[in-house]
T-cell receptor
Framework: DAMVIQNPRYQVTQFGKPVTLSCSQTLNHNVMYWYQQKSSQAPKLLFHYYDKDFNNEADTPDNFQSRRPNTSFCFLDIRSPGLGDAAMYLC????????????FGPGTRLTVL | QKEVEQNSGPLSVPEGAIASLNCTYSDRGSQSFFWYRQYSGKSPELIMFIYSNGDKEDGRFTAQLNKASQYVSLLIRDSQPSDSATYLCAVRSGSGNTGKLIFGQGTTLQVKP
């Protein structure tokens, strides 16, 4: 059974057209993370939520926003996608911040035309 | 200096051989270390984690940690073609309690039949 679900798996958008990526989890984990991974690069943390507390990485562009309306769901909003935002977007969860491992969803491949 | 460094490879080994994947990290206060496997176009999948110095074995996989040398490795015994993937080393920062994982770029492993 899928534990971390991401929708859609593939998303095509136009330059400058807002897009929203979705992540849901059935693990009841407190922490949800969003990573960006470009080809042949390491996943890069954009931000995370610990419960309702939002934590933004210092180098995450303002173009990227996130919402977590409840424990199960977290959204990544890209307000004005540029060509450089084409990447795999990975959602991950962990029970807590301290020692627990992170479990990844299948990812959403974003293409910007 | 990158925070987590891996040789990007590719590392090529024959089927049945031992594959040795290496990772060094810069934050001496790092506490937790993870190996993820990532098939092309897929999301990272947790293989192993290790917290203490020494070896940790799980089936064909052995993780080795040496905090004094700031070095963590993953050995894969009896390598199979299905092990061909990119292996990501991830380190949880020792500063604060953010749960932030720092990923290496990954080592591509090719197991040839």
């Amino acid at each position: 059974d899928a534990m971390v679900i991401q929708n859609p798996r593939y998303q095509v958008t136009q330059f400058g057209k807002p897009v929203t990526l979705s992540c849901s989890q059935t693990l009841n984990h407190n922490v949800m993370y969003w990573y960006q991974q470009k080809s042949s690069q390491a996943p890069k943390l954009l931000f995370h939520y610990y419960d309702k507390d939002f934590n933004n990485e210092a180098d995450t562009p303002d173009n990227f926003q996130s919402r977590r309306p409840n424990t199960s769901f977290c959204f990544l909003d890209i307000r004005s996608p540029g060509l450089g935002d084409a990447a795999m977007y990975l959602c991950a969860t962990s029970r807590d911040l301290s020692t627990d491992t992170q479990y990844f969803g299948p990812g959403t491949r974003l293409t910007v035309l | 200096q990158k925070e987590v460094e891996q040789n990007s490879g590719p590392l090529s080994v024959p089927e049945g051989a031992i594959a040795s994947l290496n990772c060094t990290y810069s934050d001496r206060g790092s506490q937790s270390f993870f190996w993820y496997r990532q098939y092309s176009g897929k999301s990272p999948e947790l293989i192993m984690f290790i917290y203490s110095n020494g070896d940790k074995e799980d089936g064909r996989f052995t993780a080795q940690l040496n905090k004094a040398s700031q070095y963590v490795s993953l050995l894969i015994r009896d390598s199979q073609p299905s092990d061909s993937a990119t292996y990501l080393c991830a380190v949880r920062s020792g500063s604060g309690n953010t749960g932030k994982l720092i990923f290496g770029q990954g080592t591509t492993l090719q197991v040839k039949p």
